[in-house]
């Protein structure tokens, strides 16, 4: 036997490109058992099917009148497409009580590397794949007439890609707390579904009552979802009055947050939730 | 090359006056204990003994209450990225990604430590090969039996050229077969590694493969030596016998021989410098109908026996250091 000639090799110490390969191959994991995954890919493009053409149809002919003329399948559109990444980037979050259960947790936390380069690692795993899913859906624009504009799409998965990192990130900080594999999804459920419904991705906010606008105000998928919209309705012709009915802007009192402002914001959200989530697995484990 | 090199007699592992302090327990309370580089570690005792604190605390797993413990010549509590990379890790429990294929396993354990790209995919080819799953690289984990798992797990504990390698029960839960052939792998090691083992278990036969052993009971180091000398500091032979009325059988065995007498495993037990020299004297005197005699030479059991005054067996049946905090805490 050739045991001589065995390959020796050398753990470097630390450093930023050490914590780079780590979160780079927590990301690609995520990618790979995704891609391992056929039904999650079929049923992640099922509801939002559903939300766009049942629901979507079903209230159109209902809401014709208030929308000014609009259809209200083309405001839903940009809600949907918000929507189909938030369920699965707070899937990708959660799964880590899952890599608890099975032990991998543990093989990734007793590596000589930080627990933000795994969760950084994460939380751009699950982007990538909410917004790999969001393409499925942007690929209908058109049945709801939106214009398939190359600078709109690349835009919207910019937005979406931040709005699922962010999302992950409030995932993984579940998954932080939670440690039974059966109380993980309702949790989930019982979390975005609140911040879906009072984000604007299926009604407009401007007829809500006063207290629950407040609500809406401090709600991160609020400034998630009207940069999604805000992008869509850019490419739409219509009326100045349907505009400020279905697409008021975010206020604050007489303020009006500017789009760049809201993404500045869901990005610092993320910042705070993955700083919390990395707090929560260095005490835990 | 160099990398791999243990600075002259530094000890892989130095552990001075280590306590773990849970709540309302003291799972470690106060060991000593030295591991030489090169040498396979057995780390004995029963479960709840304080085996897997112990580990998780060099492993930098969890805090030490008080005391010192270094690994590698780094300190657990001061070092522990340093500790983190010079260490292998095989946990009782699985922790591999059954979705993934063995190789992207390792594949992806190497990219965590930052194994050097260019020897990378000839280290994964090296470590599979020795465990014999190079042939079902990429195969899912998910298909694999859990001896090969078990195997695969070793190699990955092995890719990053530790140069202590822990292994915490590696084949409880295994068949006799597939632990023979572990503990086969453990053995051959040393022929192509630079390598400290340092192993716990509680299967005693298992632990006469160790260079030297340490038996763990409620928490404090009871012995420490080769298995050999261990074996010979008992001194006496092991007979068991099985009578008619076993109490009776050892009231006789006080009153006749001056013998301390234990129920161990169902069986009368006695220990005696000369066992087989006994025999006939125990037939000529006892007064009690013997079913069946069993002299044994002293085994590794024998010294723990000694040591602690139960078997190994009934240790763990009676569960009386039971530690559920500690329990918890294997999780």
């Known amino acids: 036997m050739a045991q001589a000639s065995i390959a020796s090799v050398v753990v470097p110490k630390g450093g930023l490109a050490h914590e780079a390969r780590a979160a780079l191959i927590v990301w690609s994991r995520e990618l790979i058992r995704f891609r391992r995954d056929p039904t999650r890919v079929a049923s992640s493009v099922v509801q939002p099917l559903l939300f766009l053409f049942v629901l979507g149809g079903g209230l159109s002919a209902l809401v014709q009148a208030g929308t000014g003329g609009i259809d209200f399948k083309t405001f839903l559109f940009p809600g949907v497409l918000s929507m189909s990444v938030l369920f699965s980037a707070a899937f990708a979050g959660i799964s880590m009580v899952w890599d608890r259960e099975f032990g991998f947790l543990r093989e990734m936390l007793v590596a000589p590397v930080s627990t933000a380069a795994i969760l950084i690692g994460k939380c751009l795993g699950g982007a990538s794949v909410a917004t790999l899913q969001s393409v499925v859906v942007i690929l209908l624009a058109g049945l709801v007439g939106v214009p398939y504009d190359p600078v709109m799409i690349v835009e919207l998965l910019i937005l979406l890609f931040i709005m699922s990192f962010m999302i992950t990130a409030l995932g993984l900080l579940l998954a932080g707390r939670v440690k039974q594999v059966q109380s993980a999804m309702p949790l989930v459920q019982m979390i975005i579904t609140p911040l879906m419904f009072l984000s604007g991705a299926l009604f407009p906010l401007s007829r809500l009552p006063a207290w629950l606008t407040i609500v809406t105000h401090i709600n991160p998928m609020t400034y998630a979802v009207e940069p999604v919209r805000a992008v869509v309705f850019d490419r739409l012709t219509m009326p100045a009055e349907a505009r400020a009915i279905l697409d008021p802007g975010i206020w604050w009192g007489s303020f009006q947050v500017p789009v760049l402002m809201q993404v500045g914001l869901v990005i610092l959200a993320s910042l705070i939730l993955l700083f919390a989530a990395v707090k929560l697995f260095n005490r835990t484990e | ?331």
């Open chain 2, 1 to 331: 090359m160099d990398g791999s090199s243990i600075g002259g007699a530094e000890p892989a592992v130095e552990v001075h006056n280590l306590v773990k302090r849970f709540k309302e327990v003291e799972a470690v309370k106060g060991i000593d204990l030295t591991v030489r580089a090169g040498e396979t570690f057995g780390f004995l005792g029963p479960n709840g003994a304080g085996k897997s604190t112990t580990i998780k605390i060099l492993c930098t797993l969890a805090d030490a209450t008080s005391g010192t413990a270094k690994v590698a010549g780094y300190d657990v509590a001061r070092d522990r990225d340093a500790v983190r990379r010079s260490i292998g890790l095989v946990f009782q429990e699985p922790t591999l990604d059954s979705y993934l294929t063995a190789d992207q396993n390792l594949r992806f354990h190497g990219e965590l430590y930052g194994v050097d790209r260019h020897t990378a995919a000839a280290r994964r080819k090296d470590v599979l090969e020795m465990v014999g799953l190079y042939d079902r690289k990429d195969h899912l984990v998910q298909t694999f039996s859990g001896g090969m798992r078990r195997r695969l797990e070793i190699a990955r504990g092995l890719l990053h050229s530790p140069k202590v390698l822990f292994l915490d029960e590696p084949t409880i839960g295994l068949d006799p077969q597939t632990r023979a052939s572990i503990w086969q792998y453990i053995g051959e090691l040393h022929k192509t590694e630079e390598i400290t083992v340092f192993v716990t278990t509680h299967y005693m036969d298992e632990a006469e493969n160790c260079d030297r052993i340490a038996i763990i009971d409620q928490g404090r180091i009871v012995a420490l030596d080769t298995p050999e000398k261990l074996k010979a500091g008992v001194g006496k032979d092991r007979v068991q016998i099985s009578t008619a009325d076993d109490t009776a059988a050892i009231a006789a065995l006080k009153e006749k021989f001056s013998l301390d007498a234990k129920m161990v495993e169902g069986l009368v037990t006695i220990s005696v410098p000369e066992g087989a020299a006994f025999i006939p004297q125990l037939f000529e005197k006892l007064g009690i109908a013997i079913k069946s005699v069993t002299v044994q030479r002293p085994t590794l059991d024998d010294v723990f026996l000694n040591f602690t005054g139960t078997s190994l067996r009934d240790a763990e049946q009676k569960g009386s250091n039971f530690n559920p905090r500690a329990a918890a805490f294997r999780r």
